[in-house]
């Protein structure tokens, strides 16, 4: 309860505050927002299969993101950024998939 | 299905059988009593809401992420679709307004030309059109149809015997022509190409018909030193005339009006070609 909270407080907080984002870290924003987006997901199916792990959820959620940034990144200084970010979104977006269906099986049992 | 069996076959049997509810549902009865269900873990972990380190770890990363996404699709609605595009996207873009630009500066220059084209050849129209005014005026000084003023002379030929005939004239009239007259009036008959000369019964000389008495008084537009000696030279029009016992008087005149029109023929059948 207290986690979902927070994703509403922090959607809240994001579109009221309107924060300045720095320029450098602007470009790898939205490949952050979806790795992140996978991390929950994956955390989401885990607390449903009873096997959460705080730790694991925090490592795999910093590291997820910090590897998207990073692949982009490398992406960018090798002139191929448009294509890997486009390949870590593909990737990401078939994990949160399967993610996806492993919770709904267990939510609607279908 | 045994206890040591279970494992194996729960995975073979799970792996495969995505869609099919039934074979899943001997499961949850099998592992009911000691593990909850994943509804139920939602749901206990839904409500009562505890603060555990867990929650609030998973709170804190979830906030990030709200932020994120909000700041995410606030800038990609605000302002423009610029706002977050990374410098590659940028150069690509900037290309291709450059490109865009130089298209439309072509296009530009190629419609400008084109109206230059249009106003020249209006222009060109409305220089031909004058152009052709002019001529019609020419053509009119030379079919007789309009008055016409300029440097001449007048040739006044006073026959008092009667002694003037039409061939007389005639010669007078190819005399000046051949000396580049313009237009030629006698008395107020124009004379034109078609002019017919013909003699008069009881004196007297018919020109197209109308009869034109003594005095003759020729009016004469065109280079007044060139016409009178055309006139003037021995054994020409002067000198024969003059020996039919007739008073010839040449005068040179800076302006003489040549009034006397014919009218228009309009032709019945023939018609201007397009040429």
């Known amino acids: 309860m207290i986690a979902v909270l927070g994703l509403v407080v922090g959607v809240v907080a994001g579109l009221l505050v309107r924060p300045e984002v720095p320029a450098v870290v602007e470009p790898y924003l939205p490949i952050a927002v979806v790795a992140a987006l996978d991390a929950v997901f994956g955390g989401l199916r885990a607390m449903l299969d009873g096997i959460f792990d705080d730790k694991v959820f925090v490592v795999s959620f910093l590291s997820n993101v910090v590897v998207a940034a990073l692949i982009v990144f490398l992406g960018d200084k090798l002139g191929v950024g448009a294509q890997l970010s486009t390949g870590v979104v593909v990737v990401l977006g078939i994990r949160i998939f399967s993610n996806a269906a492993a919770i709904r099986r267990h939510i609607f049992r279908a | 299905m045994s206890a040591d069996e279970r494992p194996e076959h729960r995975h073979r049997r799970e792996l495969p059988a995505e869609v099919p509810a039934k074979p899943e549902a001997p499961a949850p009865p099998a592992s009911g009593g000691q593990r909850l269900t994943g509804r139920q873990r939602l749901a206990k972990g839904l409500w009562p809401p505890r603060v555990t380190r867990p929650q609030l770890i998973v709170a804190l990363l979830l906030f990030v992420l709200g932020l994120g996404l909000a700041i995410q699709v606030r800038s990609n609605n605000d302002s423009s679709a610029l706002r977050g595009a990374r410098q590659e996207d940028l150069v690509r873009i900037l290309d291709e307004l450059d490109d865009r630009t130089q298209r439309l500066e072509e296009e530009k220059r190629s419609l400008e030309e084109q109206r230059t084209g249009l106003e020249n050849s209006s222009d060109q129209a409305e220089e031909a059109r004058k152009q052709t005014v002019e001529r019609e005026r020419q053509l009119g000084i030379l079919a007789g149809t309009v008055a016409a003023q300029g440097p001449g002379i007048t040739l006044a030929i006073v026959d008092k015997k009667g002694a003037i005939e039409a061939d007389m004239l005639l010669d007078a009239i190819q005399e000046l022509r051949a000396a580049g007259a313009e237009a030629i009036q006698i008395n107020d008959v124009r004379v034109v190409a078609g002019t017919h000369l013909s003699d008069a ?16 008084l020729f009016k004469v537009i065109g280079k007044p030193q060139d016409l009178e000696p055309a006139l003037n030279i021995p054994g020409g029009v002067v000198q ?19 009034n006397a029109l014919r009218p228009a023929k309009r032709p019945d059948y023939a018609r201007s070609s397009s040429q």
Not at chain 2, 205 to 216: A, I, L, S, T
Not at chain 2, 240 to 258: G, H, N, Y
């Open chain 2, 240 to 258: 024969t005339l003059e020996k039919e016992q007739a008073t010839v008087t040449v005068t040179r005149s800076e302006k003489i009006v040549v």
């Open chain 2, 201 to 216: 019964g009881g004196g007297g000389v018919r020109v197209d018909g109308r009869k034109v008495g003594e005095p003759y």
